[in-house]
């Protein structure tokens, strides 16, 4: 998919939060501790098998897509406000948009 340009998953959850109005708090679990916890959670199981991509950065590329199929990338901090508008209508606006203030 095309997308605005180089960011990082910290930026981006920073930019959730900026226009959610919350705090940004991030824990990092590393492959060990994800395998132990994945022993007996099995959705941690699945991200364990993940960990990998957050070890170090990776680039994805959607110029080809962008190209083939004539899309026009959206700005992160549209798609953070649209999304955020999503979720707050969707729960009718009274439900917070994070799990945790």
Do not use: I, K, N
Request: charged letters at 20%.
């Amino acid at each position: 998919m095309p997308h605005p340009g180089v960011t990082t998953g910290r930026a981006l959850a920073a930019e959730a939060c900026r226009q959610a109005g919350t705090r940004l708090r991030l824990v990092r679990h590393g492959s060990a501790r994800m395998r132990v916890v994945g022993s007996v959670v099995p959705l941690a199981r699945e991200g364990a098998e993940m960990v990998y991509q957050f070890e170090q950065p990776f680039v994805v590329d959607g110029s080809r897509a962008a190209r083939a199929f004539g899309l026009t990338p959206t700005p992160y901090e549209e798609g953070v406000r649209r999304t955020l508008a999503a979720l707050r209508a969707a729960s009718g606006g009274s439900a917070p948009v994070v799990g945790r203030p």
